[in-house]
């Protein structure tokens, strides 16, 4: 059972950074992707970002040109930077890994975008 620990979130002004990382508990190495998914009560996850086995990245359309996906894998985390937030990127950020066609998640980190 592959476990994804999130951190990073946090209240951040409308303009500003942030980054979330996820870390694996197994070689981020062995995953077939991963990535990150946004969702909040009442609407549909949405993807963020996405990153193959082969380095390959999706962005998504919403977040495209402002968030960016990258790897560590002697870290074993994966992170996605993101900048000039906007309140409409208030969600909570959850972290996604698929090995074998299972599909693992994080519990989560909630971003705040607001002044």
């Known amino acids: 059972q592959v476990q994804l620990v999130e951190s990073g979130g946090g209240l951040v002004q409308p303009g500003g950074s942030l980054t979330l990382s996820c870390t694996a508990s197994?070689?981020?190495?062995?995953?077939?992707?991963m990535g990150w998914y946004r969702q909040t009560p009442g609407n549909q996850r949405e993807v963020v970002a996405l990153i193959g086995k082969d380095g390959s990245r999706f962005i998504g359309d919403s977040v495209k040109e402002r968030f960016t996906i990258s790897e560590d894998n002697a870290k074993n985390t994966v992170y996605v930077q993101m900048r000039d937030l906007k309140s409409e990127d208030t969600s909570n950020y959850y972290c996604?890994?698929?090995?074998?066609?299972?599909?693992?998640w994080g519990r989560g980190t909630r971003v705040t975008v607001s002044s």
């Open positions: 197994e070689l981020i190495t062995t995953m077939d992707l």
């Open positions: 996604y890994a698929q090995r074998d066609g299972n599909d693992y």
